[in-house]
């Protein structure tokens, strides 16, 4: 059974930094594609940022390109978002997703092509 436990959330100010962490429950996880998603309030969940099996692949949201990295390590069973230049509006719940299909869309940023979810991590961002 797959399971994704994401931790490293909090409280920062505007401007400050985080970093999240997704330990996952995988046997053979470099066999996934990873993704980062959010929900906020009020609001749909959204793609956040996208990582291919090997972490050679990498693609992001507009509204977080150039502040936000996902990275993984595949010996570690775990996949990370650094998040820099934080705004009050990237408060929200984050999400680690897990893809299965090797060789799939692993840029994909529609949330129904993963297949494994997280249970979230709330980042709030004070202005």
């Known amino acids: 059974q797959v399971q994704l436990v994401e931790s490293g959330g909090g409280l920062v100010q505007a401007g400050g930094s985080l970093r999240l962490s997704c330990a996952a429950s995988i046997r053979t996880f470099s066999s996934y594609a990873m993704g980062w998603f959010r929900q906020a309030p009020g609001r749909e969940r959204e793609f956040v940022a996208g990582?291919?099996?090997?972490?050679?692949?990498?693609n992001y949201a507009g509204s977080v390109k150039g502040r936000f990295t996902i990275s993984r390590d595949n010996a570690k069973n775990t996949v990370y978002l650094q998040m820099n230049s934080l705004k009050p509006d990237d408060t929200a719940v984050y999400y680690c997703?897990?893809?299965?299909?090797?060789?799939?869309?692993?840029?994909?940023?529609?949330?129904?092509?993963?297949?494994?979810w997280g249970q979230g991590t709330q980042v709030t961002v004070s202005s």
């Open positions: 990582i291919n099996w090997s972490g050679s692949g990498t």
């Open positions: 997703a897990a893809q299965s299909r090797y060789g799939g869309n692993w840029s994909s940023r529609t949330s129904s092509e993963y297949d494994y």
